[in-house]
């Protein structure tokens, strides 16, 4: 009964398919990361995958829901060629955006100051924005090509969780050039 409910609900309103998706996915590539660090069960930071859990919810699917759907608009078809056009120009408009907004709004629902965030977005970003660039296009233009619009925020949150997972991993990794110029 309440999985109908569940059903009815996401087809009268789209976006709340991949909030929901997503309240799940980024914590879940959170504790992948964690898990990739050593931790297990009994040491997982559960504050880190609240906070995932809920940038994920509240800002990367909403975000991401409207980004799907700007581009169905200016690309209608679903050919490989109007879906690597919608692919790239993702890549060029929404995920530095995205990229920016990931690592500054993680950084305050750590409650770090403006400073540390902006500081931490100017050591991770081209980094982590030079992996996206190989992987999303490669990804978007499948999904765009192949999966109808509705479903589309959900597949791109199945590939999602290994993009955050990665993300996870660039969050709490401690830049080489930073390390090495403390070191000196």
Known sequence: MWWKFIVEV????????????YSALWPIGCLIQQTFEGKRLKNY???????????????SAP??????????????????????????????????????????????????????????????????????????PMVQTVNFSLVKPKNQIVVAGFFSLIWTTFLAYVKTSKKQTTELAAAM
């Not at 087809?11 to 929901?20: A, C, F, T, V």
């Not at 504050?47 to 995932?52: A, G, H, Q, T, V």
């Open 10 to 21: 996401t087809n009268e309103y789209k976006i709340l398919r991949g909030m929901i998706s």
């Open 45 to 59: 930071d559960w504050e880190r995958c609240l906070r995932y859990s809920l940038y994920g919810t509240f800002v």
């Open 63 to 136: 975000m991401l829901y409207c980004w799907m759907r700007c581009a169905n608009i200016m690309w209608p078809r679903t050919d490989f060629r109007s879906s690597l056009s919608k692919a790239f120009t993702e890549q060029a408009a929404y995920d530095p955006f995205a990229i920016v907004l990931f690592f500054y709004g993680m950084s305050i629902l750590e409650r770090r100051s403006q400073q540390q965030a902006g500081d931490e977005v100017r050591d991770k970003f081209w980094d982590t924005y030079k992996v996206g660039f190989f992987y999303w």
